[in-house]
């Protein structure tokens, strides 16, 4: 059973039981689930006690431990990540790793008590997961028995769990290289292997150098979701090379420029989306497309006024000129509204975006549940699914990541039954797929 708390534990709690019972029935994919951020509290008091770490690590795990026993307060959500190092001290034996993985996909895939104060019936958080991780060589094993460690577990599950290989940011190109590798020769196998993610420090490395490698990955029929765009440091240049790899899934896509959507994404821009609306285009300086507007603005005035056949006495009336500047508006905003949706061209696609709501809410990147992008995504029918990244130091549940789509504001997004079934179809629809039993050696 585990402890929920901040802004996804109220939106579950302002839910009616009928409604409760109606986000736990439908089929839920879950798809971007970090292993290690997502083992429940009591398994990791569990490990402490059983596989003891050695001393000498310089970690205070004994402190940690005591930490999580006693409860912890959303203030302290940075000592969460400062966990970290503990947990993978943790996990560092294929024994430990074995039980931490399985508690995590129990947590999903088998039905769990409520959390404390909350009353509704057991079921599984999700339908099917994508569980991902960055395989870490230790003492005790190598990065190919960490990952065949992890897969036996997910492969226990059948057709319900499947694995996609995390590559941090600060690797080396030779770890890089190992890790796709890895990848790809268990996926030939008949592992459950279906994607590589691009994760880590969202402000370390140069992507640059994992396209190639990426790119192998994609033809070994491995799907791609990368981390872009997480906080406003991360560039537009390289946000843009990371698009051009064409990925299947975005994680968070916070930060994409509009420039970037319109270039990459095969949405058609609708009114009152982040593109502020035509009306706006004149006294809106901030406007993507104000420049735009002036320019055609004044060629149509011009035009008008070297084209017009009116007496020179009519000319001097301000009413003239007045018209004359109505109908070069009026042309300028055709011609500008005719840029902002662009036909589908070539090459531009819907990259289904994984969000996660209350990730980014705790660590302050999304400002409200009101400013939130994914009102974006859904107004120009781009598709999304839920995901609840660490539900360890997010202290939330993908069931609590729904309510906060269906709770009235200002709990949440206020949406019906009917948009959240759909929400809930377009993750399902986003899974990678698994190699064929065929390939299986
Ligand atoms: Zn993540």
Known sequence: MATISGPASVALRSLNASDTTFLQSLPKAELHAHLNGSIPTRTLIDLAKRYPPPADLGIDIAGHIAKLESGVTLAEISDFFALFPAIYALTATPEALAEATSAVLDAFLTPQPAPPEFTYDPAPECTYIELRTTPRATAHMSREQYLRTVLSKIESFGDRAALIISIDRRMSENDVKECVDLAIKLRGQGQPVVGIDLCGDPLKGDVAMFEGHFKR?????????????????????????????????????????????????????????????????LSDPEHPFHEHFLASHKMHLDRILRESTESEEARMQLSFHFDADKGARRAAIKEV?????????????????????????????????????????????????????????????????????????????????????????????????????????
């Open 337 to 441: 509204e005719s840029l902002m949706q662009p036909k589908v061209a070539e090459g531009r696609r819907k990259p289904c975006i994984e969000i996660c709501l209350s990730s980014n809410l705790l660590c302050k990147t999304v400002p409200s549940l009101e400013d939130h992008h994914i009102r974006y995504y859904l107004a120009n029918k781009h598709p999304v699914v839920i995901c609840t990244d660490d539900t360890l130091p997010f202290r939330t549940t993908l069931l609590a990541e729904y309510a906060l789509l269906l709770a009235k504001p200002p709990f949440g997004l206020g949406l019906s039954r009917e948009e959240v079934t759909q929400i809930a179809e377009m993750g399902m629809k986003a899974r990678f797929t698994k190699p064929t039993k065929s390939t299986r050696s």
């Open 217 to 281: 990955a994609r033809h070994a029929g491995l799907g791609l979701t990368i981390h872009i765009a997480e906080t406003v440091q991360n560039t537009e240049a390289e946000s843009g090379t990371l698009l051009s790899w064409n990925p299947d899934r975005l994680g968070h896509a916070t930060f994409l420029t509009e420039d970037h959507k319109l270039q990459f994404f095969a949405d058609v821009p609708q009114p009152d989306t982040e593109i502020p609306p035509s009306k706006m285009l």
